[in-house]
């Protein structure tokens, strides 16, 4: 295996004995890096240490990360332009910032009737959006026992 001492420099290719030998001396452990090489790489190091290392990597990684989250938008049937205008913006803002946007319409009685109606106002949000920031369609518009609903994502 080849072996890296507690400074980082290598000490080459030695036999796990001796490399455990050597650790014991030191007062130190012989931690396995990876194996996926050949020969594995080993590094002589305080085990507690090294876990604390891999710790605080791990918690750094977790806080950098960006969680998405799916953001809803409840349009109504009898919305107006400028209020989908109003709602495209909010729509924006959730997109820039990394999240997906369900944006559904609710129908309730006649309105069930109107279908392609309520379809034509979904895709003119979708088109009023699509001005304000270029949109890519996760989930096509989807007709549902209540209404319609469609996902859409930043590109």
Do not use: H, W
Not at 81 to 101: N, S
Not at 106 to 114: D, F, I, N, P, T
Not at 143 to 155: A, L
């Amino acid at each position: 295996m080849r072996v890296i001492s507690e400074t980082g420099e290598q000490l080459g290719v030695m036999n796990i004995f001796a490399a455990i030998d050597l650790a014991k001396f030191k007062g130190l452990d012989l931690i396995q890096v990876t194996e996926k090489v050949v020969p594995p790489v080993c590094r002589i190091a305080n085990y507690g240490k090294y876990l604390y290392s891999l710790q605080k990597k791990e918690r750094k990684i977790k806080v950098n990360a960006k969680v998405t989250k799916l953001k809803e938008i409840q349009l109504g049937f009898n919305i107006a332009t400028g209020d989908i205008e109003t709602k495209a913006k909010q729509a924006e803002k959730f997109l820039k910032e990394g999240d997906k946007v369900k944006v559904s319409m609710v129908l309730k009685g006649r309105e069930k009737a109107m279908g392609d109606l309520a379809s034509k106002k979904i895709i003119f949000f979708l088109e009023t959006t699509d001005k304000l920031i270029s949109v890519k369609v996760e989930r096509e518009l989807k007709r549902e026992p209540k209404g319609f609903t469609i996902i859409i994502s930043k590109e």
